[in-house]
């Protein structure tokens, strides 16, 4: 049954339509509204849409007539006014203007668009389409810092500094140099990890094998270039003293087979500035380098820079370190070694400035090359390091080393008159210190990354991982502190008559072990003391004696005498000291001494398992020595047809005769780490090299024999 309201309804309904239908032709509508009689306007030209943060802004050019715009949108192309309605994120936006802003839009989502103009007489047709993409606001990280690389066997664990914005990172890899982000897949052995985390470690690596790495950091803007390469060479517990050859200079560069020493090879010619690299695997647990030994020779030649493996198994052939051609003068030049990266490992050099001098320190240019920068990358400026003095001296010359991994993390360098801390690009400085005239390096221990830095007359302590400067310890009494020799936890240096010492870790002021009346000249450090010699002006006579690490009294192992008396090594708790025309030695506690009469210790030979303190590699250097050599049958002016022998310095055992000298050499001097060495020699006018295998006997074997042309090895 329908009820009367109902009827009623219909009714109404029904009239409302009619009423609709029967307008009489005249355009009107129920309600009174005009469509004209006009047409509709032209679509909008000149539309674009500008993607934001979660946005897009969508302009366009004004119509003519037009007296509002409709804005279509879809995340699909080829939309329509028509069908918007069914496309994915399909919407219409009435009556906007120009520009209109589309909000809470997806980044990294591309939406499409187009607009129409309307006016009484109606909608035109779409405009052109357009499309915009939302974009986080900002950009991809820079690149990692700081990437240092620690072999083991078979892996290696790569490790860098946080990037700030980074969400995530990756790390490339090959077993070829030069790897990016965009060659690695045509590399051997090329491979990505994708969102890796610091430290990562790379297992199932071949051992003897060298790999390279870069790392990039990643955030929602992008991806960064990539971070300085490094590379390692997974090996087995247990490094193994590769094959090497030694060089020396003369009319050319020559390399000498151990194994065949009579016979050098010339590879080079018209060089200058060589200087030897060397490296080793780095164990912090045991405060150790094993298995050191030289494995790059730089030099540059006709102002450009070279390389050569010192390796037996490589070939000798020059391949071009760096962009560099402007070596023409060399003022100075040095090396460090990065345990972590033999590529990483550092040639730096001075050449004149301006004024076409390298007396004028402040104007001198100093530039830094890595060995593994190959002929197109840009040697690197490095900055004056500390005082006007030459720049290699260990007191000037500071690297900083990771005491977990050997790599090269930073310089320690002059800004003006303040003391900074660098990058390895010498880039991203911080000031340490300011200081008026003197910045140096009195030593430390690479294996706790602790040092000692005399600033003006003040001595600090500095930790390397941390980047802490300790209050000052010690104020010097007028004269400039020198000399520093230090065991793992304490600095021991001299001052004026003094000798004191200083803990690593600025715990505590200096302290004075000993006051001498006389000058104090050579000091060094057995297990247990501290061994000197004392110069007596009054008296014109020098002594040796040794005092306690922990202070005390000091004793006389050498009582004064005229005949000058120098302290050449110490090895264990073994000293052996040149005393005039008389070879000496004998223990720290006064016992085992021996005087071996018209002799002169000649030589050294570190070991190739040495644990060393900063500054290494340089003046002040603290390399284990292994090996003492010494000609017996001297006079006081020469050694010519003397016996030449070594012995094992730590324990005075196993003495070993190695040869006769030549009777035209007076004099010879070798030093070198491991068993093989070359010495120069003095002749009446010139030079000449000398081979021997430290550890066999009768293995002298005179290399050159070249009366008018000065030869000297390359270390």
């Known amino acids: 049954m329908v009820t009367g309201w109902v009827r009623r309804l219909v009714l109404g309904f029904c009239i409302l339509i009619v009423a609709g239908c029967s307008g009489g032709g005249d355009g009107s509508t129920g309600d009174g509204g005009s469509l004209g009689n006009g047409t509709a306007t032209t679509a909008p030209t000149g539309v674009v849409a500008t993607a934001g943060d979660g946005q897009a802004t969508i302009s366009w050019d004004t119509v003519s007539g037009a007296t509002s715009y409709n804005l279509y949108m879809a995340s699909v192309s080829g939309m329509t006014k028509s069908n918007y309605g069914f496309l994915a994120d ?43 993409t939302p974009v986080l606001s900002g950009t991809a990280p820079p690149a990692p810092t700081g990437v240092v690389v620690t072999p083991s066997d078979g892996q290696v664990t790569i490790s860098w500094n946080p990037v700030s ?346 302290s004075p072990l000993v006051t001498e ?10 297990s247990n003391s501290v061994v000197y010699t004392v110069f007596s002006t009054s008296s014109t006579t020098t002594s040796l004696k040794v005092i306690s690490k922990a202070g005390g009294t000091p004793s006389t192992l050498v009582p004064f005498t005229t005949d000058f008396t120098e302290l050449e090594v110490v090895a264990g708790n073994w000293l052996y000291y040149q005393k005039g025309s008389t070879a000496g030695k004998i223990m720290d506690d006064g016992t085992g001494g021996t005087e071996i009469p018209n002799a002169r210790w000649v030589g050294q030979i570190a070991s190739a398992d040495s644990s060393y303190s900063v500054p290494a590699f340089g003046s002040g250097s603290t390399f284990e020595i292994q090996t003492i050599l010494w000609v017996e049958g001297c006079s006081i002016s020469s050694c010519a047809g003397g016996t030449l022998k070594s012995l094992d310095a730590p324990t005075n055992t196993g003495e070993i005769v190695l040869g006769t000298l030549p009777s035209d050499i007076s004099y010879i001097d070798f030093f070198e780490i491991g068993q093989n060495s070359l010495s120069y020699t003095a002749l009446s006018a010139v030079v000449d090299i000398l081979f021997i295998k430290a550890d066999q006997a009768n293995s002298l074997v005179r290399v050159t024999n070249t009366p008018t042309i000065n030869e000297l090895p390359v270390f």
Not at 96 to 120: C, D, E, Q
Not at 204 to 221: E, M, P, R, S
Not at 517 to 526: I, V
């Open 517 to 526: 009346s006389g000058n104090l000249r050579f000091f060094n450090l057995t």
């Open 90 to 132: 399909g919407m219409k936006h009435e009556s906007v203007t120009s520009p209109f802003t589309h909000i809470g839009l997806t980044n990294g989502k591309t939406y499409y668009f187009v607009v129409t103009a309307v006016n009484a007489n109606g909608e035109s047709s779409e405009s052109s389409e357009v499309s915009a």
């Open 165 to 510: 914005d980074a969400t995530s990172y990756n790390l490339y890899m090959a077993s070829v140099s030069g790897v990016n982000k965009n060659n690695y897949n045509s590399l051997t052995d090329g491979m990505i990890h994708e969102a890796v985390t610091s430290p990562f470690t790379h297992t199932g690596l071949t051992n003897g094998k060298t790999y390279y790495f870069v790392v990039t950091a990643v955030n929602t803007h992008g991806e960064s270039v990539e971070s300085a390469q490094v590379s390692a060479m997974p090996s087995a517990s247990t490094p193994v003293l590769p094959d090497t050859r030694l060089f020396y200079k003369g009319d050319a560069l020559w390399a000498v087979d151990p194994a065949n020493p009579s016979t050098p090879v010339q590879f080079d010619s018209g060089t200058i500035g060589e200087r030897e690299i060397y490296h080793g695997a780095w164990d912090a647990t045991n405060s150790r380098v094993t298995a050191l030994h030289k494995r790059t020779v730089v030099y540059a030649k006709d102002g450009r820079l070279y390389k050569v493996s010192a390796l037996k198994d490589d070939t000798l052939t020059p391949t071009q370190v760096s962009s560099e051609a402007d070596v023409t003068t060399l003022c100075n030049r040095g090396m460090v070694p990065d345990f972590a990266g033999q590529d990483n490992s550092v040639y730096l050099y001075e050449m004149p400035g301006p004024d076409s001098t390298c007396s004028t320190a402040s104007d001198n240019i100093l530039k830094m090359v890595r060995v593994g920068m190959n002929s197109t990358d840009n040697p690197i400026v490095a900055k004056q390091v500390m005082t006007t003095e030459p720049i290699f001296s260990n007191d000037r010359f500071m690297a900083l080393w990771d005491k977990t991994s050997g790599a090269i993390i930073g310089w320690l360098a002059r800004e003006g008159q303040n003391l900074v801390r660098c990058n390895q690009n010498f880039e991203n400085c911080t000031a340490l210190s300011p200081f008026a005239t003197t910045i140096r390096n009195l030593g430390g221990n690479v294996f706790t990354g602790q040092i000692i830095l005399l600033i003006d007359s003040n001595l600090h302590a500095y930790n390397i991982s941390t980047g802490a400067l300790s209050q000052s310890l010690y104020t010097s009494l007028g004269s400039t502190p020198t000399g520093g020799r230090s065991d793992a936890t304490h600095l021991y240096f001299r001052d004026a008559g003094s000798i004191l010492r200083v803990p690593l870790d600025g715990s505590a002021p200096a």
